[in-house]
C-alpha cells in the first residue's frame, strides 16, 4: 500500500469470467460476457475522487451480466429498470448489489482519462485480476468504439499496464509488455 495519505484501499466482489465464453447479441454481433458480480479483490489506488456517472447508463444496457432484484441483465436484455435520457428509475431504492456496489475503472480512477467515460467511446473499462495480476478489461458497450481506446491501451502497456480486449471476431487482444501475462492470459482468458 502508498505511503501517501490520500490513498485507500477498497474490496469489492466479482467474478471474472470474462473468458471466451461468446454468446451472439443482437444483429449477429459476438459478445463476450462479462459478470458484475468479482471475486473478492483487493485494489487499491491513489486517487480517492470518483466521478458521477453524470448521465452514463452503458453498464445497465445488457453489456454486463448480472441480475438486479431477480430480472436477469444481459447481452440484448438492459436493465428493466432503465429509462432512455432519464436512468434508473428505482435509483433511490435500488439494490446495493450489484448497482450501488458497482463501479467501472473510469469511475472509481479519476487518473483515467475524461474521454474514456464509457458513454463517449462505447467501451467499459474493468479493473480485473487474473492469479497475481491486475488488468484492466474494455468491454464493449455499443456498436462500435471509438478506437482511440485501443491506441490508448497500447500506450499504457508500454507503461507496464495489462489490458485485455476483444475484437469484433471474439479475438482476444492482450496489450501488455509482462511475458508471463501475456502467456497466462492467452490460456486462461
Known sequence: MSS?????????WGYSSAGRAVA?????????PVYLHQTFMKRTWVDVKERPC????????????????????????????????????VHLARPFDPCKMFQCHWKENTKIPEWLKPDKVNAILLLRSLE????????????????????????QSKNGRNIIA?????????YSQDE??????RKKL
Not at 501517501?4 to 469489492?12: A, G, H, I, Q, V
Not at 476483444?166 to 492482450?174: E, F, T, W
Open 4 to 12: 501517501n495519505p490520500t490513498s485507500r484501499t477498497k474490496f469489492l
Open 24 to 32: 451472439l447479441q443482437a444483429k449477429g454481433h459476438r459478445f463476450d
Open 54 to 89: 453524470d448521465g452514463c447508463t452503458k453498464c445497465c444496457e445488457g453489456y454486463l451480466v448480472t441480475t438486479i432484484l431477480g430480472v436477469a441483465l444481459n447481452p440484448g436484455h438492459p436493465c428493466k429498470f432503465i429509462k432512455k435520457n432519464v436512468g434508473c428509475s
Open 132 to 155: 497475481e495480476f491486475n488488468y484492466i478489461r474494455i468491454v464493449k458497450a455499443g456498436l462500435k468504439q471509438d478506437p482511440k481506446i485501443y491506441l490508448w491501451a497500447e500506450e
Open 166 to 174: 476483444y475484437d469484433d471476431l471474439g479475438k482476444l487482444l492482450v
Open 180 to 185: 508471463k501475462f501475456i502467456e497466462l492470459a
